[in-house]
């Protein structure tokens, strides 16, 4: 089986759910991880705005969620995602080996975690209102713990109160 480590607007199950996918997500969903060998960062730009991306970093590391993706939910998570873009907007890489996550999601053998690499950074563009947005209710959701890490593992981090929780 596929997994997905998300590690912006993919924390919450709201943010799953709008992708076109055929599966429903709910909370229950979605495990807590990090993601060792990465940083999050404000540089994956798609028609003009602004998301987050993750770039290779050896010293750093980026907490999020870990979710499954079944195999006819593919096509349309690549859509979403911009992987499918020409030029692509990430690239869907596999970090089974980087990733730590909780103990009640066991993993077989098999199961392989994957996550969405920027494919050309950069810094130009306006972040989405809607963007933030959906990191604020997934930030709610996962409590005051995972916000602090979230915003000590993010680059550059936002004005005060950005982050509205």
Not at 10 to 21: A, D, E, F, K, S
Request: hydrophobic share 35%.
């Amino acid at each position: 089986m596929k997994w997905v480590f998300g590690y912006g607007s993919l924390i919450t199950h709201h943010g799953v759910n709008g992708r076109g996918m055929d599966f429903r997500y709910t909370p229950a969903h979605l495990y807590e991880a990090n993601l060792k060998g990465y940083q999050r960062v404000w540089n994956a730009e798609w028609h003009g705005e602004l998301f987050l991306g993750l770039v290779q970093s050896d010293c750093h590391y980026v907490n999020g969620v870990v979710f499954s993706l079944f195999e006819i939910d593919v096509p349309p998570f690549f859509d979403s995602e911009g992987i499918n873009d020409n030029p692509p907007m990430y690239t869907f890489e596999d970090v089974t080996e980087l990733v730590d996550v909780e103990e009640s999601l066991n993993l077989s053998f098999d199961d392989r975690i994957f996550t969405c690499v920027t494919v050309n950074p950069t810094s130009k563009g306006k972040i989405p209102r809607h963007y933030i947005s959906l990191i604020n209710v997934g930030l709610r959701l996962r409590g005051e713990e995972f916000k602090k890490e979230f915003i000590n593992t993010t680059f550059p981090n936002m004005p005060e109160g950005y982050y509205d929780i």
